[in-house]
């Protein structure tokens, strides 16, 4: 007779490390793989860089292990910012973390004393539309054939919606 011996081992678990980071020209690649997954439209290089540059532009990136798995491009003016993008790697998406970099911004915003965030999404864009409205956006006016539908068909339009959040800077 054979006599096994069984040894229970724990599963290892990874632990989940996640950081934000300023945004700098060298991400440039990360950037233009989720604008790649996510738009019709996608920023190109000579954008991204440009918009990572501008020293009234608020970028940031949040990153799992290292690994950028979103961002946020915002401009700022003396009491309000505009989100000009924001993105999340789609294999990321539905889990929390557009809403941890939102949150990200907002705090870096009321450290600058801005308590208004302004932002234009095509109305086909209803993920979008239903993730700001969760965080309590709301619709402040409607841009008519503001966007183009695909550069293919130039003269195809769609509606931009201005959506707006105010927050106490406190
Ligand atoms: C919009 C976007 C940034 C949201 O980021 P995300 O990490 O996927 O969103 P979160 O997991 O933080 O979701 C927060 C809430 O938004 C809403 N939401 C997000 N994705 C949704 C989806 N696919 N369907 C319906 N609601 C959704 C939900 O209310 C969700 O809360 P819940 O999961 O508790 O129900 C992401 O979908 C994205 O990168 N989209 C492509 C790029 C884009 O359209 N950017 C906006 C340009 S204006």
């Known amino acids: 007779m054979s006599w096994g011996i069984i040894i229970k081992t724990k599963p290892i678990i990874k632990p989940i490390s996640i950081s934000y980071n300023k945004l700098s020209p060298n991400d440039t690649d990360s950037i233009i793989l ?3 997954q996510n738009s019709h439209n996608p920023w190109s290089k000579n954008q991204i860089i440009e918009g990572i540059l ?16 979103g961002f946020l491009m915002a401009m ?9 993008n924001i993105s999340i790697n ?3 998406q539905r889990k929390g973390y557009g809403k941890k970099l939102l949150h990200y911004l907002i705090k870096k915003l009321k450290d600058r004393t801005i308590g208004q965030l302004i932002l234009e999404v ?8 239903t993730f700001y409205l969760k965080h309590g956006f709301e619709e402040i006016s409607l841009r008519k054939n ?25």
Do not use: W
């Open 90 to 92: 789609k294999d990321y």
């Open 122 to 129: 095509r109305k086909s864009n209803q993920v979008a539309i």
């Open 34 to 36: 989720i604008e790649n």
């Open 54 to 69: 501008n020293p009234t532009n608020l970028c940031y990136s949040i990153s799992i292990n290292n690994q950028i798995v």
């Open 146 to 170: 503001y966007y183009m539908i695909n550069s293919k068909h130039p003269n195809q339009k769609e509606d931009g919606i201005i959506m707006r959040l105010k927050f106490s800077t406190k």
């Open 76 to 84: 700022s003016a003396i009491d309000t910012a505009d989100i000009l």
